[in-house]
């Protein structure tokens, strides 16, 4: 009984999210803007975030190492979390359910909410930049890049985008609270 809920509730927030979807996706029609998007995509898979969570020890020495550990927690439950909602919530791609939408580049998975990879953004980007200030001109531009790329390229709507983000955002604050560091 939830889940039919869940679908109607998902089908009527498409449809008022349909107008962005179409207007964000038609970008892609140029070369240019579907394969910026698709290259931030991409990164946003986790190449991005691992590198850089990989190469803090090596700049910031002893003091990057329980930031380190905190973001690779944060990723372990972030996965687990939305891959447990999306089994759930079963959410269909807009490419999928909207006439008009046209993938960018190959999804990772079948259904939508919430976006994994803005979850993922938004809690490395504020981890980072909590521990690392110096990084958030760095981090904070690439995050909203790969919750951008997320709608332009028909994988998301709006709201999976928004609700990754507040996941994201949460589990970050919840990791600060249970790992503080100094």
Request: a positive charge.
């Amino acid at each position: 009984m939830a889940s039919v809920q869940a679908a109607d509730l998902f089908r009527r927030i498409d449809q008022a999210e349909y107008a962005w979807c179409l207007r964000l996706n038609r970008s892609c029609r140029r070369q240019a803007v579907r394969r910026l998007f698709a290259v931030i995509s991409r990164l946003g898979d986790g190449v991005f975030w691992y590198v850089l969570v990989l190469s803090l020890p090596l700049f910031y020495g002893e003091r990057a190492l329980l930031p380190a550990v905190r973001m690779a927690a944060v990723g372990f439950v972030g996965v687990a979390l939305y891959k447990y909602l999306k089994s759930r919530l079963v959410r269909e791609r807009p490419y999928i359910s909207l006439a008009g939408i046209v993938p960018g580049t190959r999804a990772l998975d079948r259904y939508s909410f919430p976006s994994g990879h803005t979850l993922h953004a938004a809690s490395f980007a504020t981890l980072i930049t909590v521990s690392f200030p110096e990084l958030a001109w760095l981090c904070v531009p690439f995050a909203i890049l790969v919750a951008m790329s997320r709608v332009v390229l028909g994988l998301h709507y709006p709201s999976d985008v928004a609700a990754g983000a507040a996941m994201g955002g949460a589990l970050a604050a919840l990791a600060m609270a249970l790992l503080p560091i100094g």
